[in-house]
């Protein structure tokens, strides 16, 4: 897989994926000398191909992140998984506390204030090459009876207090309701990039199963300078159902510890969590049920998507990872800034693809090596059907809202990074 290392300006490193910083020192001090070469011609260096490997750079401040990789993924998706890795190291840091620190010292080691999260990072780059969530730029929602997903939501809208911003509940890394502050949502929205790396965060560290959990986060889409302090709470012994509140008030820790305990008392009460369980322990939807051979993915107007479950030949990591590296190549032509496509029907060696992409939805699928374009878009048919008859199963139509006062403060949206399309909820 891609190898991604993390230096400053200076040269010093910080983080590298395979082998240890200080062994790969020299290398990293060749990138740097190529960055500073390029921009000595007020220029910025993007990426380097050569027969078998591209390299692909990234400066963001005071950061160079690069990619040195051998797989079918482009320079965008590449570019887009270094952006990942910057924003999980703000996630921790923030980005105007970075800036300061090498204002001060360039050969700063920030190696000393990332201490230990390495296994964070390790985590989230497995993740963007494994998980078609970070490559649509969606969330994956448990799929769920629209009346027990509301009755979540009304629990979460009831249990609130002052600063209150964001009220998150998942299970097993899947969505299962999300509440936002409605003042927030005039002029910003959680977004799936800040909720992939809350999850990864959460995921990375077993600390987070040991009771009541209140630390400090910046959600970078959301705003790159500043900190949530954000409530963490397993509600089952088996710490697969999580809730997650994200308050402004670095203070208020007992006020949202409390609102936990109400929502845990309703879920006790409404025998939520035995639903919870029963949603997790059933597969989601097989392939038989939706009429296609094999693998769609994604939903489009809503920043969430839904697959089934993964069946042969793709059993093996090797296969699925081999299909999801054929994934990155349709995803790539698709979404190609020199000439984007809506439509690519491809026949590979042991299958034959189809990716569709309109201004409701995104969709890749998956056939068997004989079926004809004709016969591949009757099943695509009936899957549009299908996915409309249980959208409210599926996905999250009507986000719940609550209102607290005072009024949260209201971060400064940050810029968009490269390759995505909408905000967590946008069009709704």
Not at 170 to 197: F, G, K
Not at 402 to 428: I, M, Q
Request: charged fraction near 20%; hydrophobic fraction near 40%.
């Amino acid at each position: 897989r891609a190898m991604v290392f993390v230096l400053s300006e200076a040269g010093k490193p910080i983080y590298s994926r395979y082998g240890n910083e200080e062994a790969l020192s020299s290398t990293m001090g060749v990138m740097m000398a190529l960055v500073s070469f390029i921009q000595s011609g007020d220029n910025a260096i993007r990426s380097i191909y050569s027969d078998d490997r591209k390299l692909v750079f990234v400066q963001q401040g005071p950061l160079v992140l690069v990619s040195v990789s051998r797989t079918l993924q482009s320079e965008q998706q590449l570019r887009q998984e270094l952006l990942y890795v910057y924003y999980q190291i703000l996630s921790m840091l923030t980005q105007v506390s970075i800036t300061r620190i090498f204002e001060r010292k360039k050969n700063y080691d920030l190696r000393r204030l990332l201490a230990g999260s390495e296994k964070i990072l390790d985590r989230l780059l497995n993740l963007v090459e494994s998980d078609p969530g970070f490559l649509l730029g969606a969330v994956r929602c448990l799929p769920l009876p629209a009346s027990q997903r509301d009755a979540l939501g009304a629990l979460l809208q009831k249990a609130i207090t002052p600063n209150l911003v964001f009220s998150i509940l998942v299970a097993q890394s899947q969505l299962v309701t999300a509440v936002q502050e409605r003042a927030v949502i005039e002029e910003c929205r959680l977004e799936p990039t800040d909720l992939h790396l809350l999850l990864n965060l959460i995921g990375a560290s077993s600390a987070f199963q040991a009771g009541e959990i209140w630390t400090p986060i910046c959600l970078p889409r959301f705003n790159p300078d500043g900190y949530f302090y954000a409530y963490i709470s397993y509600l089952d012994a088996e710490c697969t159902v999580c809730l997650v509140l994200l308050s402004t008030d670095k203070e208020s820790f007992y006020a949202v510890s409390d609102c936990k305990k109400r929502v845990e008392e309703a879920m006790r009460t409404q025998g939520s969590l035995q639903v919870l369980s029963g949603g997790l322990q059933s597969p989601s939807y097989s392939v038989g049920q939706v009429g296609v051979p094999d693998i769609p993915e994604n939903y489009r107007q809503l920043p969430q998507f839904t697959s089934p479950e993964l069946e042969g030949p793709y059993c093996s990591e090797e296969e699925q990872q081999r299909l999801f590296d054929l994934y990155h190549y349709l995803h790539s032509r698709i979404h190609s800034t020199s000439r984007p496509l809506r439509l690519i029907y491809h026949v590979a060696e042991k299958e034959t693809l189809l990716a569709w992409v309109t201004s409701k939805f995104e969709l890749y699928t998956c056939f068997s090596p004989l079926v004809t374009k004709a016969g591949a878009i009757n099943v695509l048919t009936k899957l549009l059907r299908w996915i409309k008859k249980e959208e409210d199963r599926l996905f999250i139509r009507y986000p719940p809202k609550y209102s607290t006062t005072p009024n949260p403060g209201k971060g400064t949206k940050g810029g968009r990074p490269d390759g995505a399309e909408n905000g967590f909820f946008a069009g709704l």
